[in-house]
C-alpha cells in the first residue's frame, strides 16, 4: 500500500525559509518518482519539483515559479523526500502536497498517490 504523509509546513515571514518532509512508504521510495504540488484557494494544482533514481541516477525537474529557491531531495535514511523551500513569498501560501507516479512530469495526472496536504502560509 502507498502511503504518503506531508509535514513541516506553517506560517513564516516572507524571505524566511521552511523544510518540507514527506514520509514515503518503503517501496514506494525506491519504486516511484516523486512529486510535491501545491494548491492556493481558487487556482489550480501547480507542480513544483520531482525526483526520480534510476540505476543509481537521481533526475530532478522544477517548476518555473520555484526553480532556483525550492530544492528536492530524498532522504534515505528516513525515507522521506523532502522539499527546502528559501527566500518565500506571500505568493507561495497555499498546501503543498506530496505524490507518487510511474514518471518524471510536471503533469498532475501523472502521479497515482497523494499525500493529504500540509498548509504553508507566507505572511508579508
Known amino acids: 500500500q502507498v502511503q504518503l504523509v506531508e509535514s513541516g509546513g506553517g506560517l513564516v515571514q516572507a524571505g524566511g525559509s521552511l523544510r518540507l518532509s514527506c514520509a514515503v512508504s518503503?517501496?514506494?521510495?525506491?519504486?516511484?518518482?516523486l512529486g510535491w504540488f501545491r494548491q492556493a484557494p481558487g487556482e489550480e494544482r501547480e507542480f513544483l519539483a520531482g525526483?526520480?533514481?534510476?540505476?543509481?541516477?537521481?533526475?530532478?525537474s522544477y517548476g518555473d515559479s520555484v526553480k532556483a529557491r525550492f530544492t528536492i531531495s530524498k532522504d534515505g535514511a528516513t525515507t522521506a523526500v523532502v522539499l527546502q523551500m528559501n527566500s518565500l513569498k506571500p505568493e507561495d501560501t497555499a498546501v503543498y502536497y506530496c505524490?507518487?507516479?510511474?514518471?518524471?512530469?510536471?503533469?498532475?495526472?501523472?502521479?497515482?498517490?497523494w499525500g493529504r496536504g500540509t498548509q504553508v502560509t507566507v505572511s508579508s
Open positions: 525526483l526520480t533514481s534510476t540505476g543509481g541516477i537521481t533526475c530532478t
Open positions: 505524490a507518487a507516479g510511474s514518471r518524471l512530469t510536471s503533469a498532475e495526472a501523472g502521479y497515482n498517490y
Open positions: 518503503g517501496r514506494t521510495f525506491n519504486t516511484y518518482t
